[in-house]
């Protein structure tokens, strides 16, 4: 079983709509937890982390998180053309940075 | 504030041959990690340090290790260079705290031929 799971897409969502992206992880004991996106040809970006149960939002990003049924996801709200990319899920389980990252869902938003 | 500092961009070798990546963390963060990107596998875990000490260790052998400095900047070195050691090698910093974020550099890509 992988740490991170995240569906690999390809996600495809039209311009204005709502990007929803989900990720699963293995260990009931992980602490913190990041989204990145990475465009082609360049290195991950931070765009979130959570810590807690519940909502996070940053702007048109919403970060979400179930520790009971070890789930995490990210929405993006009036998704823009700029937001094709794809997005990694990252897990830490709390013993100093070793971060468990999904193998990413990538997403097109279509004008 | 400057971002995480990775050199080179690009690297060529052949096979047999080891390899030196650097790495400047953003001023003030403590930690580095370092992670092999490949298509295949995605981000893989290899080590990270802190106040010049391996803190964490990923599942690779023992042809890649690491070190950092007293000034917080960190190399790796890949020395029997193997086909697929061709990846992406990218180096984050963080504060050091646990549970913090990670702030990536750019990444070396290294070509083994």
């Known amino acids: 079983q992988k740490e991170v799971e995240q569906n690999s897409g390809p996600l495809s969502v039209p311009e204005g709509a709502i990007a929803s992206l989900n990720c699963t992880y293995s260990d009931r004991g992980s602490q913190s937890f990041f989204w990145y996106r990475q465009y082609s040809g360049k290195s991950p970006e931070l765009i979130m982390f959570?810590?807690?149960?519940g909502d996070k939002e940053d702007g048109r990003f919403t970060a979400q998180l179930n520790k009971a049924s070890q789930y995490v996801s990210l929405l993006i709200r009036d998704s823009q053309p700029s937001d094709s990319a794809t997005y990694l899920c990252a897990v830490n389980r709390g013993v100093g940075n070793q971060f468990y990252f999904g193998t990413g869902t990538s997403l097109t938003v279509i004008p | 504030k400057a971002g995480v500092t990775q050199t080179p961009r690009y690297l060529i070798k052949t096979r047999g041959q080891q390899v030196t990546l650097s790495c400047s963390p953003i001023?003030?963060?403590?930690?580095v990690s370092w992670y092999q990107q490949t298509p295949g596998q995605g981000l893989q875990f290899l080590f990270e340090?802190?106040?010049?000490?391996?803190?964490n260790k990923g599942n690779f052998p023992g042809r890649f290790s690491g070190r950092q400095f007293s000034n917080s900047r960190s190399e790796m070195n890949v020395s029997t260079l193997e086909l697929g050691d061709s990846a992406l090698y990218l180096c984050a910093s963080s504060s050091g705290t646990v549970n913090q974020p990670q702030h990536f550099g750019d990444g070396t890509r290294l070509s083994i031929l």
């Open positions: 340090y802190f106040s010049e000490t391996q803190r």
């Open positions: 959570i810590y807690s149960n």
């Open positions: 001023s003030g963060h403590r930690s």
